[in-house]
């Protein structure tokens, strides 16, 4: 050896042809700052091919383990240093890979080693490493800055080793090992349910070790998985015991209450909700002015009189952020006895409220508003079913009293209607866009199980309330602006550059323009209202809505590209959305002419805050609806169905099925006999050989192949394509200048592949 290596001795020991230890490498790198394997071997004199080799090795390695960054072409090595640690959130992969989550940069992908150390949703320190055939930047965990649950529902195994409790998705790379005495102790049977609480976190060696603390019923699967999403969503559901005292506390509104409100007890006020609505944020009236005007009051609840700046309640509800909604159960924003009782706007109470009331000229356009805190009695609890039925024939014998009885309740519903039609051409006016997208909800029997999955309509009365809710919403945020006041708006940027550009090129379909850069919302009206009535138009404005940006909270307002306003916020939920509490406290101490409340965090906080949990909402609820069908489709293995192509992929077609509206993978391999290329811009499937395309909005029939519960994953075998959409048809072999860019060709075979999304 020609180097003064410290660990010369111990390298001798281990290795015939010794080099350099880690630390004279790490040390060498530092002294000259960046090198390459060349450089390194030159700068140690080695000329030896198989040393040259054992050092690229040692470098890879090294780079693996977190000790230097790799990067470019021909690599360079430079030593690791703190600006290199970043900090994220660990997103757990079922099949055992994960990432590192960040904010501000790319991603980084930990391999099933690094996952040993962690569960999704750990928040972590680690630091890029290399770059991997795939462009991915790998990385290493320095650190576990903080758990994000201690506690886990899994399901009781056993093997050689011992017991232990499998965890599902996100964490089903990560067993917790228990005792015999502790199984014991519980007289646990394997595959039962059972709640687990963390002894000793896991390490790159060993799995996590932990105490079952409860035995759950697995009777009925529903309340188990949202259970179970609960933890892994680290979302709170049961109150502090200080914030429940506070709700309880709480008595029926006296006249000290209502002293100094504006009395509005009188006015024909109602609620219009689903069948299955708790909850009653909003009452509404309209009526008409002199010269065609009209006037609306929308009644929001006064959510900020019972829950008070940074008390209990304010911080459970802060910390929860908004209500989450699962099928047949809403884990609440706020204790039942506010959200359901004092703060619900249920009939024939006296309710406190905070009311936008709203003037609007014959030609839709508002004309002034004010708001206040007022006292309100609803006259009726209306549904949107019952309303729409009234729209189509008003002497509808089995309408309820409460609405054909009042003879005003009866003259403001008929005024609202008006208006509705008159708001409906101001939003096409403005292009707001309305897409034609299918929302569903679940169907249980008695048992538990699912008895059918079924599209919700929208009304005239859906669509009646949602405008008089965007009325108030931008009443409220030009009022903030106006006032300035300490509120977060409801923000919804235009879609960047790289979006733009896929739709420009799948617009061409429709021999339609669309900007390759910066769209407006009556570019995407456009393609909107030219496809509105295809038999396709779903998968055509699933892709559309895809393509959007999505939408946040923050203290600066940017406007809302999807609705088309310059100035938007949240003003008419805050029984169940933390934002609007926010606003309210804002309007009320300006129109009150008291201090602003002085809150426990910033304004900037409490916009990645609310957004987060928004976020975090989405993806429990997502993810149970989606447990569900899996299970529900379980059932159904080896059936036949009619579906439709609604997203085209390089590795298959996803499937929409007509009836149950459930979605499912055709993986390429099972498409048909042919060599397919896809088509990114077209959104094609294109047979190489025989011309065959498939694309979005094809009908097909499809036989159920398999449910993968821990990808929740359903895979479809393709048995037959039952009709081609418009741009779809099939086309003669395209020649070498034909041939679609960008994308690789895949070759079908007869064996399934895997369905993974790539």
Known sequence: MSWNDPNASSEAKRYDNPIPSRELILSTIAEHGEVTHQQLAKAFNIDDPDQFDALGNRLKAMARDGQVNREGRPYRYRTVTKQDIVSGTVSAHPKGFGFVVLSDMPDLFLHEKQMRWVFNGDTVAAVGTSTDNRGRTEGRIVDVIERRQNNFIGTLARDEDGYCVELGSPNSHQPITVTDDNVQAFDVKQGAPVKVDIIDWPNQHEFATGKITEVLSDDNDRELIIETTLLNYDIPSDFSEAALKQADDYQEPTEKDIKGRTDLRHLPLVTIDGEDARDFDDAVFAEKRSGGNYRVVVAIADVSHYVTPNSPLDQDAYERGTSVYFPHRVIPMLPEVLSNGLCSLNPDLDRLCMVADIKISRAGKVTGYEFYPSVIHSQARLTYNQVNDYFVNPTDKRLPKSLTGNKDVKKSINTLHQLYELLLKKREERHAMEFETVETYIKFNEKGGIEAILPRTRGDSQKLIEECMLLANTCAANFALKHELPVLYRNHDKPDGEKSMRIHEYAKN????????????????????????????????????????????????????????????????????????????????????????????????????????????????????????????????????????????????FVTLTDLYIDGLVHISNVGDDFFVYDEQQQQLIGKDKGTLFGLGDSVKVQVAGVNMDLLQIDFDLKEKLQSSAMNQTKKQPTKKEQPKKSPAKRSSNRRGSSKKS
């Not at 609806?625 to 059932?635: F, N, R």
């Open 510 to 653: 429709f021999g339609l323009p669309f900007p390759e850069e910066n769209p407006t919302q009556a570019d995407y009206q456009r393609i909107i209202e030219a496809t509105k009535d295809r038999p396709d138009a779903i998968s055509i404005h699933s892709m559309l809505l895809r393509s959007m940006m999505q939408a946040n909270y923050a203290p600066d307002n940017i406007g809302h590209f999807g609705l088309a306003y310059d100035e938007y916020s949240h003003f008419t939920s805050p029984i169940r959305r933390y934002p609007d509490l926010m606003l309210h406290r804002g309007i009320k101490a300006q129109v009150t002419n008291s201090k602003q409340p002085v809150m426990d965090f910033s304004l900037e906080g409490a916009g990645t805050q609310t957004s987060d949990t928004e976020r975090r909402a989405e993806k429990a609820s997502r993810f149970v609806e989606s447990w569900l069908k899996c299970h529900y489709m379980k059932d159904h293995v080896g059936e036949e169905f009619e579906g439709v192509v609604t997203t085209v992929t390089s590795f298959g077609l």
